[in-house]
């Protein structure tokens, strides 16, 4: 059974800091990765996709990357901003086509 | 224009009662997702819909039954609710059941009291 583990759950940096957020996974069979944005009472909003054979995928100041043989992903959030003040979540897509997520990282960039 | 859109957006019904939440999408995606989120903000897929048929089946209690008029429109149904169906219920879409990213619905907030 596929179990996808975020830690730290809440992380707090001040802004224009280079930040980091870990995911791993257990089962490296997998389909694809995503990283996904959750406003407080708002739905998900996608960031990014790597599929299984890809190693990094990059959107303005977001990087992530997938190392499948270790089961794990990094999210790379250049010069942070208040904006980006949010939870991410990471997901999974196994051969079973079902999306696992992690229980997300509260991210909070202070002024 | 709105990719996925769920209604109601905010559900508060007492127990036993019977509700409905609808789902759209305008993408012209195949697949269809109902995810639930509980008050510790897991998410968890509950069933997933290919072009109208049920593809995944989470281990949901039968009183949940979704129902696909048509490959846009993925709707759940819940009977006899209880309290802890409580939670807010997300709807997504991807191009197909393979290697697409799934895109997300607004959600539903759902309170039984």
């Known amino acids: 059974k596929q179990e996808v583990t975020q830690i730290p759950a809440a992380l707090s940096v001040p802004e224009g800091e280079n930040l980091v957020l870990n995911c791993s996974f257990t089962d490296s069979a997998i389909y694809n990765l995503q990283w996904f944005r959750q406003d407080p009472g708002k739905g998900l909003t996608s960031l990014l996709l790597i599929q299984s054979s890809q190693r990094e995928q990059t959107s303005g100041r977001l990087n992530a990357s997938l190392d499948k043989s270790s089961g794990r992903s990094t999210l790379y959030i250049a010069a942070s901003q208040p904006g980006d003040s949010a939870t991410y979540l990471c997901?999974?897509?196994?051969?079973?086509?079902?999306?696992?997520f992690g229980k997300g990282i509260t991210l909070s960039v202070r002024p | 224009d709105t990719a996925v859109s769920q209604t109601p957006k905010y559900l508060v019904t007492q127990m036993g009662n019977d509700k409905s939440i609808k789902c759209e999408q305008n993408l012209g995606h195949d697949t269809m997702y109902w995810y639930k989120q509980d008050s510790k903000k897991f998410l968890k897929i509950m069933f997933s819909y290919n072009n109208k048929e049920l593809i995944i089946n989470e281990t949901v209690p039968n009183r949940f039954s979704p129902k696909s008029p048509d490959k846009a429109h993925l709707n759940l149904h819940i009977n006899s609710l209880e309290l802890g169906d409580s939670a807010v219920y997300f709807c997504a879409s991807s191009q197909d059941h393979g290697y697409n990213e799934q895109f997300f619905g607004p959600g539903t907030r759902l309170t039984v009291l």
């Open positions: 997901a999974v897509k196994g051969a079973n086509s079902k999306l696992t």
